[in-house]
């Protein structure tokens, strides 16, 4: 009877207006990433028996307390954020995600001179006694599932001479596990590069030291590559 109920309250008294709920949807991306969040539209719609919600344009914006860049400057566009709701939370009175899709969006990560690797202007790497926000990534992490569709992704490497590298087609699906995540990466890379690239993998992501370790297995399948150009942005083994 409750599910009933829940059911019936989300369908006809949230979704219609959702609009309403545009502060605290905002509020809580806001809190997770620890940036600044703008949003021009919000619309609700049903996929199967989840419900949706969509948000339109979402910019994040360093904060008024930021210290390595401007504040108020862009950080991320994402030209559409589409996130369904956790039927748990509803019954408690609340929006969180269940799962989040981005779609089109240009994302960029730089290798900067000090060795970090840095993603909206955040370092992912960065050490824990250097002050450094990383909610923005933290958040991605802890969602049952994030998808990225029809992305474009820029890799730019001050540490090695050339041209930022620029892939297209970009599309990313990370899901939760116990003890750590799965993913898949499939985009074209630049000519002369590869013709495409597949990556795949079963890993444990967290904190050590200060710093964000990976391990687990990794598998990349790569059609008419080019190794010496690739070696000139990544290392790999002899072999």
């Known amino acids: 009877m409750l599910l009933v109920f829940a059911v019936l309250t989300v369908k006809y008294a949230i979704m219609p207006?959702?609009?309403r709920y545009?502060?605290?949807i905002v509020s809580r991306v806001a809190s997770a990433t620890g940036m600044d969040v703008s949003?021009?539209?919000?619309?609700?719609?049903?996929?199967?028996f989840r419900p949706y919600v969509e948000l339109e344009n979402v910019v994040l914006r360093e904060p008024a307390e930021a210290t390595r860049r401007e504040a108020g400057s862009e950080a991320l566009r994402l030209p559409r954020f589409e996130a369904s709701l956790s039927?748990?939370?509803?019954?408690?009175?609340?929006i969180r995600?269940?799962?989040?899709?981005?779609?089109?969006?240009e994302l960029a990560l730089t290798r900067g001179k000090d060795g970090l690797i840095y993603f909206a202007g955040r370092a992912l790497n960065q050490p824990k006694e250097v002050d450094d926000d990383g909610r923005l990534l933290?958040?991605?992490?802890?969602?049952p599932g994030v998808s990225i569709q029809q992305a474009t992704l820029t890799w730019v490497d001050e540490m090695t001479p050339g041209p930022a590298l620029k892939f297209t087609g970009v599309g990313l699906m990370m899901e939760k596990r116990i003890g750590g995540h799965v993913f898949g990466f499939a985009a074209t890379p630049p000519a002369g590069f590869a013709k495409?690239?597949?990556?795949?993998?079963d890993v444990?992501?967290?904190?050590?030291?200060?710093?964000?370790?990976?391990?687990?297995?990794?598998?990349?399948?790569?059609?008419?590559?080019?190794?010496?150009?690739?070696?000139?942005?990544?290392?790999?083994?002899?072999?």
């Open 196 to 201: 495409d690239v597949d990556l795949r993998g």
């Open 17 to 19: 207006n959702i609009e």
């Open 39 to 48: 949003v021009v539209a919000i619309r609700g719609r049903w996929r199967g």
């Open 138 to 143: 933290e958040a991605l992490l802890e969602q």
């Open 22 to 24: 545009q502060g605290d």
């Open 97 to 105: 995600f269940a799962d989040i899709t981005l779609v089109g969006p």
């Open 87 to 94: 039927w748990w939370s509803l019954f408690i009175g609340q």
């Open 204 to 239: 444990g992501i967290g904190r050590e030291a200060g710093r964000w370790k990976v391990a687990g297995t990794l598998y990349a399948m790569l059609h008419d590559a080019n190794l010496a150009e690739i070696r000139r942005h990544f290392t790999l083994p002899d072999a």
